[in-house]
Structures are given as C-alpha cells and as structure tokens.
C-alpha cells in the first residue's frame, strides 16, 4: 500500500438538518421499463441500461474522455465516489510497471479508462456480462465480455486484476479468488473494493429514519435469499491466504449518507452518496423484491418513496461500511 490513510468520520454537530425535497423522477413503476441480465445467465441482479450506466460513469469518447479525464459530471456518481474516496489514487497496491492488468465488472469502463491514461505501457482489459463500454477507447485498452465466475480465457497472465463493487454479483469469492490465482502472474497483485450492507449508524439515529432502516434490511435480507451474502467481503482476506496468496492487506472506511460528516471530503463524499443511493434504489430494489422477496410493484415504489424521503430528510447520521 502507498503511504494512504482514509479520512476520519465524524458527525458534524453543527450541521443544519436540512431537509431537501425528494426527486420526482426517481421512482420507475413498470418493472419492464429497466432491463436486466437474465436471471438464468447471469449472478447480477441490478439493471443493464443506460439509466445504470449514467449512475455508474457514462462512456465517453476518446476526445471527450482526454479533456474531462479529471472532471467528470455528477451523475457518475459511483466513478466519482471512489475517486474522492481514494483521493484521487487508481489503485493502493504497490504495483510498479504493469504490463497487463484487468478489471473485473468493469461496467461502463471509468477505472479501465483511468488507469490506462495513467499507465500508458500497460493494456488494460475490461470484462463484464454486459457489453455497456465506451465506443472509443485507447490503443492499450481493451473491453471483452465475459462472467468472471466461469473459466476466463486470456492470452496471458495479469501483473494486476482489479475489481470495483462487483459483491453484488458474487456467490463465491473463493471461486472468484481461484480464477484471480489462476490469471496472476507470479508476484502480481490483485485488488478489490467493495462496500457491504446493511447500512449502519453508530448513534440511534436512524430511528428518525424507519422507512430507510426497513429498506436496508429488507434488501440485505433479499440479497441473501438469492445466494449473495454482502458481507462475504470481509472473508476475503482470509480466504486469500487460504488460497496461499501472500502480502495481504485491509482497509475499511465509511461512506457517509449525506453531508453529516466534519471536512469537506466528507461533506462531498456524503452528498454524492446521498444521491448515488436514491439514484439507485429502483435499480437496486425492484427486481429483488419483487421476484425474489413477493412484494407486490405498488408497494415497492410506495416504500422507495419513503425511504427516499427519509434519506433526503438527512435525520440519520448513516454511512455505508466499505
Ligand atoms: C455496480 S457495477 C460496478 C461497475 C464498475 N466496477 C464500477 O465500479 O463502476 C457491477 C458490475 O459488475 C458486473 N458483473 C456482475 N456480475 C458479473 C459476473 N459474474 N461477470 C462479469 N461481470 C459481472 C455487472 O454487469 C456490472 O456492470
């Protein structure tokens, strides 16, 4: 790890609980009108679209991409977290001249882009089961689709394999880590991001906030239902030394839900969070509970509703672990 160190948390007492109003927009009502894998093809439960894309950090072409690399707009809000985050850092681990690196769930390819502007001798490969990538890309990067719980079919050995909030689509992380192993050259690095559920408080205030509290829950609860334990992240080192790799290392963080937090990292932080949250509750949601969980679609945008306010409404001091 290079010399980082994540910024502390804590509440800013003098903050004004400042309730902004809810988005009109946010709410989808017709399953239908987001797309999906496909339940039989694929471990992801979340949305294939342009809306999820937008979300996460929309394709840019080349030109575009050359003047904005360091700016993007708002609403890519997941790319932009984890820049602000990372402070701005690609990547903690102590590579040196990678020749060949791969980022798995790459989605849209932000972090592909990035970090093959910034190692211009590396080629950089992007896999996911969705083919969502920008049209225009840099002579050493590359985009393949592919699931990276089956075999994985590279020409060669990785110096470094990265992955970024991909939890939500993994079963097994042994198996994941066994393909990593397998794809590695000797001495190269793999490295993984991810934040888990549910959301926390460490004081009661998400009493001020039950919709929100029952939704993430509610979703943990789901997302075991279908195989994912979130929390199965904080396995991972161990299983990595299981698996014989060594120089492990952990980092955890919070990311704040709204801007409750002391600094303006963390104040930004947890204005982007407050809106990558309500900008993905469709998305995280619909299909899990209604398919997976019973609910009737009614109720679901009925209770996106409420949690939506309640997140807006800024009375829980919440943060996501990461
Ligand atoms: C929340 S997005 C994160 C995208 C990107 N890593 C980022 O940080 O912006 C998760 C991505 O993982 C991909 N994914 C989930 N399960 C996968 C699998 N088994 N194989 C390949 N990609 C997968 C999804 O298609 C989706 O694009």
Known sequence: MPNFQF????????????????????VVTELQQRSYHKFEDSTYPLPNDSTEVKRLGKSRS????????????????????????????????????????LDIGCGP?????DFAHQYP???????????VWPSEIPANADFRTGDFMAEW?????????????????IKSWPQLLERCFENLKPA??????EFYFPARVDDDSMKECPAFEKWTQTWTNGMNKIGRNIKGVL??????????????????????????AIGDRQKQLGEMMEGNLCNALDAATTRLFVQVLGWRE?????????????IRSRKAHAYIPM
């Open 7 to 26: 910024d502390p948390i804590e509440i800013d007492e003098a903050q004004a609980r400042t309730a902004i109003a809810g988005s009109e927009t946010a």
């Open 62 to 101: 080349l030109v575009e991409f050359a003047i904005l690399v360091s700016t993007y707009a708002l609403e890519e809000y997941q790319h932009r977290l984890w820049q602000l985050c990372l402070k701005a850092h690609s990547h903690l681990a102590r590579i040196t001249a990678p020749k060949h690196a």
């Open 109 to 113: 390819g932000m972090w592909v882009l």
């Open 121 to 131: 001798d590396c080629q950089v490969t992007g896999m996911d089961l969705s083919n």
């Open 153 to 169: 079919k590279y020409p060669q050995r990785f110096d470094f394999i990265h992955s970024r909030a991909v939890g939500t689509g």
């Open 188 to 193: 190269g690095w793999v490295e993984f991001h």
């Open 235 to 260: 396995d991972v080192p161990n299983a990595l030394r299981d698996r014989g790799f060594v120089n492990v290392h952990h980092e955890s963080t919070k990311w704040p839900i709204g801007p409750w």
């Open 298 to 310: 009614n109720d679901v945008q009925h209770h996106l509703r409420e949690v939506e306010a309640d």
